[in-house]
């Protein structure tokens, strides 16, 4: 049995030349890039070309890329490297309702050490108000963070009015881009965006990997101390094979971003057109009517339990959006703050679609879909 994997927004496969790229420096090129000695010398290349790489796709300079192990210590780096920096530790920090537990929880940790913290709701198609960011300011608001797009219903927040608003106040504004990038264009200037944190393994490199973007002047203290790699942001030897993945995964990301993006946005739709010409209207749709991921469809099947229709099909790979113990319901951060009934979260159903997605793939899913759905109602 063949899988058809629709879970991308999870976690994506190391393509073929990020491997091919990797294999190098996994075998013959192990030196330390400390080191000065040739094979010293050869890793320390190969990861500022991989820094180089980073810093194009994202309009940056190579000083402003920092290697990190993933998307949650980028977060962290960016929360609690502001924070401590602060000249006065303390101070007040906005950040939406919808991000992820690796913003949220950083965020939550510095509240604990008396930071104040606002957390900005969302309208029912997921999208923060600019305006309510502005009315949320304190005189000593250091930090905003809203992630570029949901990682479950795909919808893509405002970021540009929202950086209009902060640089006007002075507040510096980071961005988890582990969704968009690859995507959607994630060019720093574009976005005004002082922080922006990079996911290695949601862009066809492995995981383990990621980077932050550190906007020249902004200040951070490191989260991890030790002999001052990354130019003093991130201690710890650096982890060439995985950066020089990283850095071939964001040449090709960028070499394929409009190509992909339509191709992905095709596909998305297909397959919501064929569940709605089986389902019907009583399909929802999370998101529908808002800027979305072109991979991204969050489905609401009506009268079922996801997680058991899911089982029925074990060749898809999905996710959904709610879990259900003992009759009661616990759904996911992002779908309580759009507000969605428990008993509709029941039924959600996350599909993500990637560059190895096809449209024989998304045919038999959608017939499999609904072939759950019928025998679970």
């Not at 957390?119 to 250091?142: K, M």
């Not at 540009?160 to 994630?186: F, M, N, P, W, Y």
């Not at 070499?255 to 709605?276: I, N, V, W």
Request: hydrophobic share 40%; glycine share 10%.
């Amino acid at each position: 049995m063949r899988s058809i994997y629709l879970d991308y927004n999870a976690t994506t496969p190391i393509a073929p030349a990020v491997q091919e790229a990797m294999l190098p420096f996994l075998a013959e090129h192990y030196g330390n890039p400390s080191s000065t000695h040739a094979l010293g010398r050869a890793a320390h290349e190969a990861a500022e070309d991989a820094r180089s790489r980073v810093a194009h796709w994202l309009g940056a300079q190579r000083d402003e890329i920092v290697f990190t192990s993933g998307g949650t210590e980028s977060n962290n780096l960016a929360l609690k490297g502001v924070a401590f920096a602060a000249r006065e530790f303390g101070g007040h920090l906005v950040i939406s309702a919808v991000e992820h537990p690796a913003v949220v929880q950083p965020a939550k940790f510095l509240e604990r050490l008396g930071w104040r913290l606002t957390i900005l709701g969302v309208n029912r198609h997921g999208l923060v108000d600019p305006a309510e960011v502005e009315a949320a300011f304190q005189p000593d608001t250091r930090l905003v963070s809203v992630m570029h797009a949901n990682n479950e219903i795909g919808v893509v927040q405002p970021l540009g009015k929202i950086s209009e608003i902060c640089r006007r106040h002075g507040v510096l504004l980071h961005t988890d881009a582990a969704q968009t990038a690859g995507k959607l264009s994630t060019r720093v200037d574009d976005l005004g965006v002082d922080l922006l944190t990079v996911a290695g393994h949601k862009v066809y490199a492995p995981k383990g990997v990621g980077a932050l973007y550190v906007r020249r002047g902004v200040t951070l203290e490191p989260v991890l101390h030790g002999a001052g790699h990354e130019a003093g942001l991130r201690a710890g030897t650096e982890n060439v094979p995985y950066i020089v993945g990283l850095g071939r995964a964001a040449s090709l990301a960028e070499q394929s971003l409009l190509e992909a993006g339509d191709r992905l946005t095709a596909l998305r739709d297909r397959l919501l057109d064929k569940l709605r010409e089986a389902i019907g209207p009583s399909l929802s749709v999370n998101g529908e009517d808002a800027p979305r991921l072109p991979n991204t469809l969050s489905v609401n099947f009506p009268g079922v339990v996801a997680g058991e229709m899911l089982r029925q099909i074990p060749e898809l790979c999905a996710s959904t959006g709610a879990a259900c113990h003992s009759g009661s319901t616990h759904m996911s951060a992002t779908l309580a703050a759009i507000g969605l009934e428990p008993e509709i979260a029941r039924g959600t159903v996350r599909l993500s679609l990637g560059w190895y997605t096809d449209a024989d793939q998304v045919d038999r899913a959608a017939q499999l879909l609904i072939a759950a759905w019928e025998n679970s109602r």
